[in-house]
T-cell receptor, first 112, second 115 residues
Framework: DTGVSQDPRHKITKRGQNVTFRCDPI?????LYWYRQTLGQGPEFLTYFQNEAQLEKSRLLSDRFSAERPKGSFSTLEIQRTEQGDSAMYLC??????????FGPGTRLTVT | AQSVTQLDSQVPVFEEAPVELRCNYS??????LFWYVQYPNQGLQLLLKYLSGSTLVKGINGFEAEFNKSQTSFHLRKPSVHISDTAEYFCAVSDRYNQGGKLIFGQGTELSVKP
């Protein structure tokens, strides 16, 4: 299967800890997106990359959040000093030259 | 700024009945329109998209949607639903002039198909 993959699928952490998620896009896709989805809501945009360049960041992406895509392939999303309000599903998507976005299965974060 | 409103949070329907999931959007610029489906504990799958041309768009699994510019709507329809259509459905828009940019999603509609 050559779809978008995300790791881990589930993460439980204690408040105040740092967590890092990884997303591997479809291999030829140059754009990569991060979204956050809380229970009962639609996904909310966080940030996106074209190759290595981070082109847009949402106001939702506070100083505790950082995303990277160092070689234009996989991406990581780090949350520092997690808070209970960070509990959500974190979705990654990729696209080729602005075509439709293909989504991964998501990483479910629970902050206790 | 853009926003999407899905008018029904839950839609219960019996198997083989028709269904319509409603979506209205607000935008100061021209948009592309999408419908995605999400099964439990999975990511989103694209059902259909409107980019240009015919306002009636056909997608996968027998779904179709009609773009109505004057009413700023993009309602999703299926003439006969199956149990397997039970899922969460999301309407989304993106800025036509920033092709490949972010998607703005509605709150979702939970479709529940009963036997």
């Amino acid at each position: 299967d050559t779809g978008v993959s995300q790791d881990p699928r589930h993460k439980i952490t204690k408040r105040g800890q740092n967590v890092t998620f990884r997303c591997d896009p479809i291999s030829e896709h140059n754009r990569l997106y991060w979204y956050r989805q809380t229970l009962g809501q639609g996904p909310e945009f966080l940030t996106y990359f074209q190759n290595e360049a981070q082109l847009e960041k949402s106001r939702l992406l506070s100083d505790r959040f950082s995303a990277e895509r160092p070689k234009g392939s996989f991406s990581t999303l780090e949350i520092q000093r997690t808070e209970q309000g960070d509990s959500a599903m974190y979705l990654c998507a990729s696209s080729f030259r602005g075509s439709e976005q293909y989504f991964g299965p998501g990483t479910r974060l629970t902050v206790t | 700024a853009q926003s999407v409103t899905q008018l029904d949070s839950q839609v219960p329907v019996f198997e083989e009945a028709p269904v319509e999931l409603r979506c209205n959007y607000s935008s100061s610029v021209s948009v592309y329109l999408f419908w995605y489906v999400q099964y439990p504990n999975q990511g989103l799958q694209l059902l259909l998209k409107y980019l240009s041309g015919s306002t009636l768009v056909k997608g996968i699994n027998g779904f179709e949607a009609e773009f109505n510019k004057s009413q700023t709507s993009f309602h999703l329809r299926k003439p006969s639903v199956h149990i397997s259509d039970t899922a969460e459905y999301f309407c989304a828009v993106s800025d036509r002039y920033n092709q490949g940019g972010k998607l703005i999603f509605g709150q979702g509609t939970e479709l529940s198909v009963k036997p």
